[in-house]
């Protein structure tokens, strides 16, 4: 079966970090692009960044410079650093990956800062 499993998220004051892990199972973790998603109460499931099988990386604008995604494909593992963190990045974070033919979503973790 098919894993996506996220770990990492938690409550942390504004300013603070947190690093968030997805390790996937089964798929073919090496040639899949990574995303990472958001969802705030009341808001829109938000694309936040992505990492591809080359390893080129983009994210939305109202986290460059404080987010960065990278991936390890030797442990199937991509991550999300997020630094300097505001109370609006407050949301549930999906891990998601696909590829040719076939997509699969984590179960989300919780983030939220306090203010």
């Known amino acids: 079966q098919v894993q996506l499993v996220e770990s990492g998220g938690g409550t942390v004051q504004a300013g603070g970090s947190l690093r968030l892990s997805c390790v996937g199972s089964i798929f073919p973790f090496n040639n899949s692009t990574m995303n990472w998603h958001r969802r705030a109460p009341g808001n829109e499931r938000e694309l936040v960044a992505s990492?591809?099988?080359?390893?080129?990386?983009n994210y939305v604008d109202s986290v460059k410079g404080r987010f960065t995604i990278s991936r390890d494909n030797a442990r199937n593992t991509v991550y999300l650093q997020m630094n300097s963190l505001k109370p609006e990045d407050t949301a549930v974070y999906y891990c998601?990956?696909?590829?040719?033919?076939?997509?699969?979503w984590g179960q989300g973790t919780q983030v939220t800062v306090s203010s």
């Open positions: 998601h990956a696909f590829g040719w033919g076939y997509e699969y």
């Open positions: 990492i591809s099988k080359a390893g080129v990386t």
